[in-house]
């Protein structure tokens, strides 16, 4: 990190000190040290993965950024890159994968059915855009988004890291995360705002299970 970026604790350092001291505060250590190790989950959806994957070679070199290190478990993961069209068959996967990525955790919505639907928008199968089931922090425009277009969206994600504060951040309040509702695959999908049905239904489907005489069911 450059003097400049690290000396901004509302402290003047005498010139013939600068260099040799710094004086900072401990968001600004605490959020450097994380945006230059921030893991990405290895998967992918489809074509835009392609584009993912190349990123991660040589020529673009993720390492330069901390992110080389793909991890193929979500509980070692700090952001899920969605590359890729996201169908109503994937989607509850998703989620449950997102759920199970430890925070502080970040999204990043690759090309444009990820962020939209793209041009399976008026699919059968497709949703329109991962963030109706997820919250995404940086969306990358284009079918598909170059190597080049993703760093800029990984760099924009350290810059969202930059800004955050340990006091305000959700990560760290006191207040329980609820996990979101994993929805089912069915008419759950074509309802996302009704979110409260969806844990309902969850909620009684666990309940059915769990009784001794449980009679084993096709779902919804
Ligand atoms: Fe494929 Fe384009 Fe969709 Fe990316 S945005 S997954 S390249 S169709």
Redesign the pocket.
């Known amino acids: 990190m450059a003097d400049k970026d690290l000396n901004q604790a509302g402290y003047v350092i005498p010139p013939e000190m600068q260099s040799q001291v710094a004086i900072t505060t401990l968001d600004k250590v605490y959020n450097w040290s994380r945006r230059n190790s921030v893991w990405p989950m290895m998967f992918g959806l489809?074509?835009?993965a392609i584009e993912m994957i190349c990123a991660q070679a040589s020529r673009f070199d993720l390492s330069r950024f901390g992110m080389e290190v793909m991890r193929p478990s979500p509980r070692q993961a700090d952001v899920m890159i969605v590359s890729?069209?996201v169908t109503k068959k994937m989607v509850p996967q998703i989620v449950r994968l997102f759920n199970q990525m430890p925070e502080p955790k970040y999204v990043i919505a690759m090309?444009?059915?990820a962020s939209g639907g793209?041009?399976f928008k008026e699919g059968y199968n497709v949703v329109s855009g991962i963030d109706r089931y997820i919250p995404v922090d940086v969306y990358i425009p284009g079918?598909?988004p170059t190597p080049q277009a993703l760093l800029y969206g990984l760099i924009s994600l350290q810059k969202k890291i930059d800004t955050e504060n340990l006091k305000t951040s959700p990560w760290y309040s006191k207040k329980k995360s609820e996990p979101i509702p994993v929805p089912i695959l069915g008419p759950d999908l074509m309802t996302p705002a009704k979110y409260h049905v969806i844990k309902q239904n969850t909620l009684n489907s666990q309940q059915v299970d769990s009784s001794p005489d449980a009679v084993i069911s096709g779902g919804i």
């Open positions: 489809a074509c835009c890729g069209t090309g444009a059915c793209g041009p079918c598909p």
